[in-house]
């Protein structure tokens, strides 16, 4: 298995990094409004990538919101929606995430 040592990552590294993961997100409204055949393994790519993220950062493992996060993503990879359910679910992930930003920003003060 590989070591990371996370701790050689900046305040900023991480918080850019949440913005890049809400970026993603916006990407699947995009994605969904085009009826991309791409979406769904889109979605799931982004899954692993999450899942990947909350073993190596210690302060997202203990966070229920990304847990909600991914059990949302995995509803709608392997479930067709229409598009009002699909994107109330992607801004109630991107708000996750954003909570997330913000309990990191005020723990970090």
């Not at 909350?54 to 949302?72: C, G, H, T």
């Not at 309990?103 to 970090?108: A, V």
């Amino acid at each position: 298995m590989v070591q990371v040592n996370l701790e050689a990552f900046s305040e900023e590294f991480f918080l850019n990094y949440l913005n890049y993961l809400i970026n993603q997100l916006y990407k699947t409204l995009c994605l969904k409004e085009e009826n991309s055949l791409t979406l769904t393994s889109y979605i799931e790519s982004l899954q692993r990538e999450i899942v990947g993220s909350k073993e190596m950062i210690l302060f997202l493992k203990n966070d229920a919101r990304i847990m909600s996060v991914l059990s949302r993503l995995q509803y709608l990879s392997s479930n067709k929606v229409n598009q009002k359910i699909f994107k109330k679910e992607i801004f109630y992930c991107i708000k996750s995430i954003q909570d997330i930003k913000e309990k990191y920003k005020r723990l970090e003060e």
